[in-house]
């Protein structure tokens, strides 16, 4: 644990750099304005869901069992029918923000423990701060920006969306990368 007594600072000032620039491109950027969009006859439809029983989980529709069932001429029928997609229902809080900025800042904090680690392992004490930079940018980028993209692939949503969360994903590299950078262990 040599590398947490020398990392401990850029592994949590990285993490509050991702929290505020997060933060910032949320509140103040318009970019992810329309990710979203309201569902034809909203009303209509929650309804539906209630008196369905439809309670918090993960939902694919239509559903089936197994590969062999979505093979069945019903299923093929099923899905020429539509609508195909996936839903998310939340419990009676809907979206807890605190809760949500909690786990975020808790997430930053373990991509950047790992990025610490992954880095430690290559570059010594007094690294040239480039290098150091340049490693902390592409192993950030691989947990913020392109974790996206299974989204899109699995769960369809809107490659557009997608490519705006690695946008925002770059970005908390950057960020990540310059406090570690920044901060790199002197050569002892």
Same mark, same amino acid.
């Given at each position: 644990?040599?590398?947490?007594?020398?990392?401990?600072?850029?592994?949590?000032?990285?993490?509050?750099?991702?929290?505020? &620039?997060?933060?910032?491109?949320?509140?103040?950027?318009?970019?992810?304005?329309?990710?979203?969009?309201?569902? +034809?006859?909203?009303?209509?439809?929650?309804? !539906? *869901?209630?008196?369905?029983? &439809?309670?918090?989980?993960?939902?694919? #529709?239509?559903?089936?069992? !197994?590969?062999?069932?979505?093979?069945? +001429?019903?299923?093929?029928?099923? *899905?020429?029918?539509?609508?195909?997609?996936?839903?998310?229902?939340?419990?009676?809080?809907?979206?807890?923000?605190?809760?949500?900025?909690?786990?975020?800042? *808790?997430?930053?904090?373990?991509?950047?423990?790992?990025?610490? &680690?992954?880095?430690?392992?290559?570059?010594?004490?007094?690294?040239? !701060?480039?290098?150091?930079?340049?490693?902390?940018?592409?192993?950030?980028?691989?947990?913020?920006?392109?974790?996206?993209?299974?989204? !899109?692939?699995?769960?369809?949503?809107?490659?557009?969306?997608?490519?705006?969360?690695?946008?925002?994903?770059?970005?908390?590299?950057?960020?990540?990368?310059?406090? #570690?950078?920044?901060?790199? +262990?002197?050569?002892?």
């Amino acid at each position: 644990m040599d590398f947490l007594q020398a990392l401990w600072l850029p592994i949590l000032l990285s993490a509050v750099a991702v929290f505020v &620039v997060s933060s910032l491109v949320h509140m103040l950027l318009p970019i992810h304005k329309g990710d979203f969009a309201a569902l +034809p006859n909203e009303d209509k439809v929650l309804a !539906s *869901l209630r008196s369905n029983g &439809v309670g918090p989980g993960a939902y694919m #529709f239509p559903h089936c069992d !197994s590969m062999k069932a979505m093979g069945t +001429p019903e299923m093929k029928a099923k *899905l020429a029918q539509g609508p195909v997609g996936s839903l998310i229902v939340r419990g009676p809080d809907g979206v807890s923000m605190g809760k949500a900025l909690l786990q975020w800042f *808790l997430f930053t904090v373990v991509v950047s423990a790992v990025v610490a &680690v992954i880095t430690w392992s290559t570059q010594p004490y007094g690294a040239d !701060s480039h290098a150091v930079f340049h490693l902390v940018a592409l192993v950030s980028f691989l947990a913020y920006a392109l974790s996206n993209v299974t989204d !899109s692939i699995w769960k369809g949503v809107p490659w557009g969306v997608t490519f705006k969360f690695m946008i925002d994903g770059f970005l908390y590299a950057l960020a990540t990368a310059a406090v #570690f950078a920044w901060l790199w +262990p002197a050569a002892a």
